[in-house]
């Protein structure tokens, strides 16, 4: 079976989350909280397929080399590092900030989301970024 489609995939779930958490964050700015809660939860959903997918792929593929030189190959693996290694952080911080939005502790959950939103945007968006630099640019 070609599983060959999943990091395009991977890419636009990344992609939406990025979309979906700052549609979130801009509508709780406007003290729109239930489209901020919809927006937020669709984030997580779309994360999770993510996730699901992301796992999928590499056991079935394995790893993909990075194929490029000179200055692209230190960016890369520095984008790819921090975004690695917050994608770690952002799992238990997504699921405790919306535990808490969901029992109403909305004080808590704010104190947490200043933290967490950052981070599950910049992974969400360097997800983006590590997929153009494996498979959408072409390195000399």
């Not at 989350?17 to 809660?37: M, P, T």
């Not at 900030?97 to 969400?124: C, D, I, N």
Request: proline fraction near 4%; charge should be positive.
């Amino acid at each position: 079976m070609d599983y060959s489609i999943l990091p395009a995939i991977n890419a636009t779930l990344n992609g939406t989350s990025a979309l979906l958490l700052c549609s979130g964050y801009l509508f709780i700015r406007n003290h729109k909280k239930q489209a901020h809660a919809v927006c937020m939860i669709l984030a997580f959903f779309t994360s999770t397929l993510f996730l699901i997918s992301y796992l999928f792929y590499h056991v079935q593929h394995g790893t993909t080399r990075f194929t490029g030189t000179g200055w692209a190959r230190p960016a890369y693996f520095a984008i790819l590092i921090s975004h690695t290694f917050l994608a770690i952080v952002i799992v238990p911080l997504a699921v405790r900030t919306l535990f808490l939005a969901l029992r109403g502790r909305f004080e808590s959950h704010k104190r947490l989301a200043r933290w967490t939103f950052p981070t599950w945007v910049y992974v969400s968006v360097t997800g983006v970024v590590v997929y153009w630099m494996l498979y959408r640019i072409h390195w000399p």
